[in-house]
């Protein structure tokens, strides 16, 4: 099964929506976004996962309002 590319998304702090974030460099703590303008430590992975979740649910009611 091939895939395309239909778009990106940029990930954004969930506490003040700014894009300007520092990643983690040692192995422990490449997972660990934080964000430079509020200071707020979060999951990159978990705020990819929460995104990916999102999108699915949407096309799924996308999908579903065309069956109908």
Known sequence: MSM?????VEIKCPNCGSNQLIQGEAAETVDQVTCVACGTFFSYKAEVEK???ELRNTLVGIVRNTLK
């Not at 395309?4 to 990106?8: D, E, G, N, V």
Request: aromatic share 0%; no cysteine.
């Open 4 to 8: 395309t590319k239909l778009t990106t």
């Open 51 to 53: 995104i990916a979740s």
